[in-house]
């Protein structure tokens, strides 16, 4: 990975950031879903009413970030960049931002393979789209300034309250739901429709892939782990546990946000 404006990216990522920063233009109506890696990302697309949620510093192959300017608005948008990343005209123009975090835990388990070796890199801030907390700082502290256009989620607030998030959703997007909607269940529909369950039963979420360009080509498969809360303690030591939480705590200190 290389250090590009104080966070680590992916080499093949660096230039289509630039250039996403050179070419793309935000819409006011624009709504920007941002994570982290294996922090729910697939789930808040489904849950915004769509799957296809194109990531603004990966276009399609064959394309190149002007393809954005062809959809019409209100955009649904989807990105891993921290918001520093992002255009300026991002904030200028109020475009809305739902940002959903995970437990640093949680998240570091799902995005391993080889715990031993990445734990201390990701404790010192080393991992893609890191340091995982000022990731999370950028958006929180956005959130609090702009909280009628930043939605700041958390993962595990999702996995206990899915009805309840759902409302917020959808009152966020600007699409609430009637009281029809309401007694007749669209809330738990929703919700069992986006469930993790039949997310990886679909065909298309088994089979093909996102082609990242330069011979990387991600399989649809690996977008999907278990999605619990609390695996880590299947996976991690206790001391490394405490390690994590020690240093998390240390850097979101007085910042108000915590796991």
Not at 154 to 177: D, N
Not at 196 to 210: P, R, W
Not at 218 to 235: C, L, P, Q, Y
């Amino acid at each position: 990975m290389v250090l590009y404006k104080n966070y680590w990216c992916r080499p093949h990522l660096v230039g289509k950031i630039m250039l996403l920063q050179d070419t793309f233009k935000p819409r006011k109506e624009d709504i920007i879903l941002a994570t982290q890696p294996k922090c729910g990302t697939t789930w808040l697309k489904a849950l915004a009413f769509t799957y296809l949620v194109p990531f603004i510093e990966i276009p399609d192959p064959g394309r190149d970030h002007t393809y954005l300017e062809t959809i019409p608005s209100p955009r649904l948008l989807s990105t891993h960049l921290p918001l520093s990343m992002l255009p300026p005209e991002t904030s200028l123009r109020g475009c809305r931002i739902v940002y959903l975090c995970r437990e640093p835990k949680d998240a570091f388990v799902s995005r391993c393979i080889e715990l031993d070796k990445a734990f201390d890199m990701f404790c010192e801030g080393f991992s893609p789209s890191g340091p995982f907390w000022n990731h999370c700082l950028e958006y929180w502290k956005e959130s609090l300034a702009r909280p009628n256009e930043v939605l700041f989620l958390k993962y595990e607030e999702l996995k206990s309250h899915p009805e309840q998030v759902v409302r917020q959703l959808a009152e966020f997007l600007g699409v609430p739901l009637t009281a029809e909607e309401e007694s007749s269940g669209v809330a738990e529909e929703v919700v069992k429709l986006c469930s993790f369950e039949n997310l990886t039963s679909l065909t298309v979420n088994q089979t093909g892939g996102v082609d990242h360009g330069n011979k990387i080509f991600v399989e649809n498969s690996v977008f999907f782990r278990k999605g619990k809360v609390g695996d880590w303690a299947n996976h991690m030591s206790v001391e490394m546990a405490e390690k994590l939480d020690r240093v998390i705590e240390e850097k979101l200190k007085g910042s108000g946000l915590s796991f």
